[in-house]
């Protein structure tokens, strides 16, 4: 145990977090994200049985995003004529702010490109989170 850790975050995922430098990217995937299959480049950490809001809070609250990128943020975007308005995205604002990030600075991402720009990131967290279109990226920034 550690203090002040946020006892979500996995041995895995600290030592993820730490390896990462400056402008390396993580993907914080929904439970119908095919983290494996994108992430046979990158390391993929299991989250099962958490959901993206909590891992993201407890990720944010190591590491600063990229103040040297307009948008450090990635959203996958609705496909066209789906009907889902996904409401998980307001909350990822919220935490944005709370951390002290620009809660406007999100890039919305189509899917495949998506898909594409997570197969180059650092690392996949797989959560076991329900809510559909619910993956973010998040580029990281350097520590002060």
Not at 1 to 20: A, R
Request: glycine letters at 6%; a negative charge.
């Amino acid at each position: 145990m550690l203090k002040n850790i946020n006892p979500i975050l996995s041995p895995e995922l600290l030592k993820v977090l730490c390896e990462m430098g400056h402008g390396d990217e993580i993907v914080i995937a929904d439970g119908n994200f095919p983290a494996e299959s994108v992430g046979k480049n990158a390391i993929v950490i299991r989250a099962d049985g958490h959901g993206v809001p909590e891992i993201l809070d407890a990720v944010l609250s190591l590491i600063p995003l990229d103040q040297y990128t307009p948008k450090p943020a990635a959203l996958m975007e609705v496909t066209p004529g789906d009907p889902v308005k996904p409401v998980i995205w307001d909350i990822y604002k919220q935490m944005l702010k709370q951390h002290g990030e620009n809660p406007e600075a999100i890039e919305m991402t189509e899917r495949f490109a998506f898909y594409e720009r997570a197969k180059k990131a650092y690392a996949i967290v797989a959560t076991g989170e329900t809510a559909i279109y619910a993956n973010i990226l998040l580029k990281k920034g350097v520590v002060k």
